[in-house]
């Protein structure tokens, strides 16, 4: 089946940095890969779709980059505030079942 | 407008009842989606519906576990003969077609102890 690896660990970072997440896939690679926030105690809030045709997407301070051959998707928050911080999960479709990672702690100090 | 509703949004039950979690989806999205979330954990998906087509069980965890979807809209996830293992966030989400399939809108979910 399908598995999805992001960083365990949280990204602590300061206050205007960029933020970088990975998501790693193994397996099939996906026609989409998308990234939710989730705040403690709150279903996922969808962030970004991007397409296997699609090397790059942003919105607003948002960006995800989708490289199949690596197998990985990278996003990024440029000048992270303090309310960027959240768990930030990256998912994908295959085969009509749906995989979540597990998520990185993402904490923006300010 | 509203968004996706769940109830109830905290169950305790003592093992070996059963429990019926509740899901109404957002007017009009076709698509409605179960995961199980434990503590610390990324999401497990459960079951899809979309629009009237039977769904893929596959993802269910055991034979304890079905959900039903009515009408094309409320969808009703049973697990019965609780277990201490079943103790998770149950999250449902629902999407407005098939060309958005993957744009999912989660509700707040449903908190489920048991005993």
């Known amino acids: 089946s399908q598995k999805i690896e992001q960083n365990s660990e949280a990204l602590n970072i300061q206050e205007g940095k960029t933020a970088t997440l990975t998501c790693n896939y193994t397996n099939y690679s996906p026609a989409y890969l998308q990234w939710y926030r989730q705040d403690p105690g709150r279903g996922p809030v969808f962030l970004l779709l991007i397409r296997e045709n699609e090397k790059e997407k942003r919105k607003e301070r948002l960006k995800v980059t989708f490289d199949t051959t690596l197998k990985q998707s990278l996003f990024h928050i440029t000048a992270s505030q303090p309310a960027d911080s959240a768990t930030y999960l990256c998912a994908l479709a295959a085969f009509n079942k749906f995989y979540f990672g597990s998520g990185t702690k993402l904490n923006v100090k300010p | 407008g509203a968004g996706v509703s769940q109830s109830p949004s905290n169950k305790v039950t003592e093992k070996g009842k059963d429990v019926e979690l509740r899901c109404d989806p957002i007017?009009?999205?076709?698509?409605l989606y179960w995961y199980r979330q434990s503590l610390g954990q990324g999401l497990e998906f459960l079951i899809y519906f979309q629009g009237n087509s039977a769904p893929d069980k596959s993802g269910l965890p055991s034979d304890r576990f079905s959900a039903e979807r009515t009408g094309g809209s409320v969808s009703t996830l049973t697990i019965q003969r609780t277990q201490q293992e079943d103790s998770a966030v149950y999250l449902c989400?629902?999407?407005?077609?098939?060309?958005?399939?993957?744009?999912?809108?989660f509700g707040p979910g449903t908190r489920l102890t048991v005993t």
């Open positions: 989400a629902s999407s407005r077609d098939r060309e958005r399939a993957y744009e999912q809108y």
């Open positions: 007017s009009g999205h076709t698509a």
